[in-house]
């Protein structure tokens, strides 16, 4: 059983480090801001999971592993939010190609709140 734990961890191991390489290459090639927070966070938060399955598979009776439960669901957590937030700065700010947007719903959405002093 163990040699059958340890295959599938490797598994885990190569496909993670795959999305994340995925993810790297995808930053230096895609023309603009968004896509290349899509491709930031998608795969690497997926790739990161994988490789934390297969570090915990390796370690499995091993109490620590709880440490990986906790960076995952930290990870989980942050890098969504984190994303969201950079792209609104981004758009606000006017660091995003509007000309490549298919939809913009933000526009309409800041279109109606109110800055200061209105």
Aim: aromatic share 4%; charged share 20%; net charge positive.
């Amino acid at each position: 059983m163990t040699a059958v734990l340890d295959w599938i961890a490797l598994g885990c191991l190569l496909i993670g480090a795959l999305l994340s390489f995925a993810a790297g290459v995808g930053l230096v090639r895609f023309p603009d801001l968004l896509s290349r927070m899509h491709t930031a966070a998608k795969p690497q938060i997926l790739g990161l999971l994988l490789i934390l399955v297969g570090i915990g598979l390796r370690m499995a009776p091993d109490p620590r592993v709880g440490v990986l439960v906790l960076v995952a669901v930290f990870q989980i957590l942050t890098v969504p939010v984190a994303g969201h937030i950079a792209g609104r700065a981004a758009y606000r700010t006017g660091r995003v190609r509007r000309d490549l947007l298919a939809i913009d719903e933000l526009r309409d959405e800041l279109a109606e709140e109110p800055g200061p002093g209105r």
